[in-house]
């Protein structure tokens, strides 16, 4: 079982940067692949970045490529989202999720945990 928390969201202008984070319970966190998702108002949840188990293949939306990172560091259980040149249409609640097999799939089904997600608004 793995326990999943994530906070750094809030409210940001157009153009800033917000750094997420999500930090997982267990000793078994570095085997497992990691994502972000987001759902934004009146919309279905999609992918927005993943990471794989060793940190060494990464995946991302094409809505986010050139301005989100995703990163881990398993020493701390922790996945991160570094988001730059934020747009009013990022704004959302982002989740994280941790797949068991370490693929870095935008597949949401492949997800087993969740957390209960934080909100990030960006202003025009």
């Known amino acids: 079982q793995v326990q999943l928390v994530e906070s750094g969201g809030g409210l940001v202008q157009a153009g800033g940067s917000l750094r997420l984070s999500c930090a997982a319970s267990?000793?078994?966190?570095?085997?497992?692949?990691m994502g972000w998702f987001r759902q934004a108002p009146g919309k279905e949840r999609e992918f927005v970045a993943a990471?794989?188990?060793?940190?060494?293949?990464?995946n991302y939306a094409d809505s986010v490529k050139g301005r989100f990172a995703i990163s881990r560091d398993n020493a701390k259980n922790t996945v991160y989202l570094q988001m730059n040149s934020l747009k009013p249409e990022d704004t959302a609640v982002y989740y994280c999720?941790?797949?068991?097999?370490?693929?870095?799939?935008?597949?949401?089904?492949?997800?087993?945990?969740w957390g209960q997600g934080t909100q990030v608004t960006v202003s025009s």
């Open positions: 999720a941790a797949d068991r097999f370490g693929l870095a799939t935008m597949e949401e089904k492949a997800y087993d945990y």
């Open positions: 267990g000793r078994t966190f570095s085997t497992y692949a």
């Open positions: 990471i794989s188990w060793s940190g060494g293949h990464t």
